[in-house]
């Protein structure tokens, strides 16, 4: 053989595959991603007016369904609603223009006292020192100070070049506004084609479900930003109110840079406040007027945050605060500083339609503020992490929120302990770690044991409240003998003498607690991924010798729907056992068996 033989292994899809094809595969995401960084830090001249549009055509949307409900046209309505927008952003930068013309005028009648102020800081004194030492260290190490850089002379420029000199910053940002009104336009004209291909782009395999995610993603985009610029727009219009009641010099111009700023993250309201506040030390001959800045400031920006923007948002916008740092950051290095302006516009924008469209799922996971493991997940994670201190934790923590401790046992640990069964199943977890996650369980179950009972158990009959009157026996699972545990604990958190037994004590020398004059009611308790129907079968069975004439309950915790076992027991209709598959049905059908409900509920199901 030529070569040498070539190793051969399979995907998860199934496909035959070599190592080649596969670590080019893996690559493949990291390669579209560097593809995806470059095309954005190369088009920047394009896609920056691009996204000022889209974020502009998403907060005049509420404004043109408006015009269109009011009776005008689709035409009419976008047109009406840009022109509001350009004559909006004209007021706004003619306020801007004419403040820093006043600010000018009157910064030179300020010099005198900011340098008085810096001379009684002593600060040219501090500067000089710092220099001097600065120096001092070059001729330690032998470094001179750099040469003054020549100057070039620009006496021959041509009359056009001066011209275009002074012209050409001027008409690069014409230029950029001009394309973002011109995009925005025709984005609200093409609102309807451009969703259509997105949903073509996302699928149209569930039409339905696509349309339905993009357009609420659409709407709440909408309502997102149009309230972001509302609240910076009010926190601005605040905040130069308040200057100008100070007296200070430009408020106007100081409260419009609040407003732009609060679209920075973190950062933006300590940056805004800084011109105004070298303003007022320098037009006020006393410090009362800069410490009134400060004062203003640092009571405005907090009640913005943690009072008006909850109540307006609801918790937070959706995005965690490690990806606002991380997103401010790439795209301030992508696009400068419209970037930064931009960058938590755009993330939400990104985690929203995560949110809502399944193929993006991943951006809602990487950048929203939702917790990235469901609960189940979470108590798995921390009890192989051997963290039992987090366990109970996270289950005060729930029970605090309103969470009753059958409702946590029954979402968060059984299906916990369903995690880890199936991991033992498949032959993925080690001996050594289940030995963990049996121990962080157990100390859980410890410290919950002295939670208080529910009101409701008082009005339990006596004869079910006494011990041993509810039994919880455990599989041949790994972990039934935990499930059984915290069935019991549950039982007994509302009222219910609920003992936990193990798989032994239906075998061997008879066990005293099965007693039939005692002993109400039976729960087999089943992880689904460690028992079979057959194994079921079998306890039952031994159950029916030993308790002849008590009721059963066979808890197959958590056994999903397709489940093979759960429908083998549900078609056998001779079974003299209820099946049930979370820790609520089963406490439903002992409180019916107690008298204290009608009847059994409806999920709980005879076999």
């Known amino acids: 053989m030529i070569g040498g033989p070539v ?11 070599t190592p080649r094809a596969a670590s080019v595969a893996a690559a493949a995401p990291l390669v579209s991603a560097a593809i995806v960084v470059a095309a954005l830090y190369l088009g920047r001249d394009l896609l920056v007016p691009l996204a000022l549009a889209v974020i502009l055509a998403f907060v005049l949307a509420p404004l043109v369904r408006l015009l269109r409900r009011a009776g005008l046209g689709e035409v009419a309505g976008s047109l009406l609603a840009m022109l ?19 600010l000018a005028n009157d910064l030179t009648e300020y010099g005198g006292n900011l340098r008085d102020k810096l001379a009684g800081l002593r600060i040219a004194e501090l500067l000089s020192g710092a220099e001097d030492a600065v120096n001092g260290l070059r001729e330690m190490v032998g470094v001179r100070p750099p040469l003054p850089t020549p100057t070039v002379s620009t006496d021959d420029s041509t009359p056009l070049e001066v011209v275009a000199s002074f012209i050409g910053p001027v008409l690069a940002p014409l230029a950029t506004a001009g394309l973002v009104l011109v995009f ?5 004209l093409y609102r309807e084609d451009l969703r259509n291909r997105l949903i073509r782009l996302a699928g149209v395999r569930d039409l339905h479900r ?20 509302a609240l910076n727009a009010a926190f601005g219009a605040t905040m130069g109110v308040g200057l100008w009641l100070l007296g200070l010099p430009g408020a106007p111009l100081w409260g419009i840079l609040a407003g732009l700023m609060r679209f920075v993250p973190f950062v933006g309201t300590p940056v805004a406040v800084i011109p105004p506040f070298l303003v007022a030390m320098a037009a006020d001959p006393g410090w009362g007027m800069g410490l009134s800045v400060l004062a203003l400031f640092a009571l405005g920006e907090p009640l913005m945050g943690q009072l008006f923007e909850p109540l307006i948002f609801g918790r ?18 992508m696009w400068g500083p419209i970037g930064l302006l931009l960058a938590t516009p755009l993330t939400v924008g990104l985690v929203v339609l995560g949110r809502h469209v399944p193929r993006l799922e991943f951006l809602e996971v990487m950048l929203g503020d939702r917790p990235p493991l469901r609960p189940e997940q979470s108590f798995y994670q921390r009890a192989l992490e051997g963290d039992a201190d987090a366990l109970v934790l996270q289950a005060r923590a729930a029970m605090r929120e309103g969470s009753s401790l059958v409702a946590w046992h029954d979402e968060v640990a059984l299906r916990g302990l369903a995690l880890a069964e199936s991991d033992w199943s498949r032959e993925v977890l080690e001996p050594e770690r289940l030995a963990v996650v049996r121990q962080q369980a157990e100390t859980l179950l410890d410290e919950l044991s002295e939670t208080p009972q529910a009101t409701s158990a008082e009005a339990l009959p006596q004869p079910w409240r006494s011990d041993g009157t509810v039994l919880c026996v455990a599989g041949r699972g790994r972990l039934d003998d935990l499930s059984a545990a915290i069935a019991a604990q549950g039982l007994r958190h509302d009222g219910f003498g609920a003992v936990a037994l193990p798989s032994a004590a239906l075998e061997g020398s008879p066990d005293s607690r099965l007693d039939p004059a005692q002993v109400k009611l039976v729960c087999l308790s089943v992880l689904e991924e460690g028992s079979s129907a057959a194994a079921v079968r079998y306890f039952l069975r031994r159950i029916s010798r030993r308790l002849p004439d008590v009721p059963v309950i066979v808890a197959l915790w958590h056994a999903p729907p397709d489940s093979a076992t759960l429908a ?16 609520g049905e089963v406490v439903a059908y002992c409180q019916a068996a107690a008298g204290q409900a009608p009847a059994v509920p409806a999920p709980v199901a005879r076999a």
Request: aromatic fraction near 8%; avoid cysteine; glycine fraction near 6%.
């Open 7 to 17: 190793q051969v292994e399979y995907g998860p899809n199934g496909r035959r595959t």
């Open 84 to 102: 509001a927008a350009v004559a909006a952003l004209g007021a706004l930068f003619t306020v801007v223009l004419r403040q820093l013309a006043e």
């Open 184 to 188: 925005a336009l025709f984005i609200l």
């Open 210 to 229: 696509t349309v339905g995610a993009l357009d609420d993603a659409a709407y709440r985009l909408s309502r997102l930003f149009l309230a972001q610029l």
């Open 316 to 333: 937070s916008a959706g995005l965690s605060p490690v990806s606002v740092i991380v997103a401010a950051t790439f795209w301030t290095f």
């Open 568 to 583: 083998e027991l549900r078609e056998e209709r001779g079974a003299a056992a209820v099946i049930a598959t979370s820790l």
